[in-house]
């Protein structure tokens, strides 16, 4: 993610994206009939917003059927560059979510474990022991209510 450039999209490649948002299985014939391209242009375009990091297709699951009991929301502040410390949490399995933000927290991150035991683990041995970082806050969730991926584009 970070700071690259992103390509500017016309509103036949947002289109492509929204009907992919609703279902990533979609037939490329089925969106090229939808946006007015052949299955072999849709298929292309697709191909380049993936190689340029545009969008991921990918299959979303529900951890708690997975066996994930515990998720948590994780509010980090750090001495130094944030920027250096988030890249060092993205190495982290357990973080679904590293986020950067300018407010009372340097670092939001999301952590999907098994048990509460496996995120206190996570929190006493692998993210507060990563230099510069000097305060963790947890927020821990209670249900998930909404986790939806189909927003769209502008």
Known sequence: ?????QPVLDDISKRIIEL???????????IGREVGLSEAATRQ??????????????????????????????GIRVTGDPRAVAEQLTEITELAYVVVTLGS??????AVCESDADLLELI????????GIVHTESLLYAGLYKDLYNWGTR
Do not use: C
């Open 1 to 5: 993610m970070g700071t690259k450039t």
């Open 20 to 30: 992919l948002q609703e279902d990533g299985r979609r037939p490329y014939a089925e």
């Open 45 to 74: 375009r697709v191909q380049r917003m993936t190689d340029a990091g545009t969008i991921q297709i990918v299959a979303v699951t529900d951890p708690l059927q997975l066996g994930f009991h515990r998720m948590s929301m994780i």
């Open 105 to 110: 927290f340097d670092i939001l991150v999301e």
């Open 124 to 131: 006493a041995t692998r993210i507060r022991t990563i230099p």
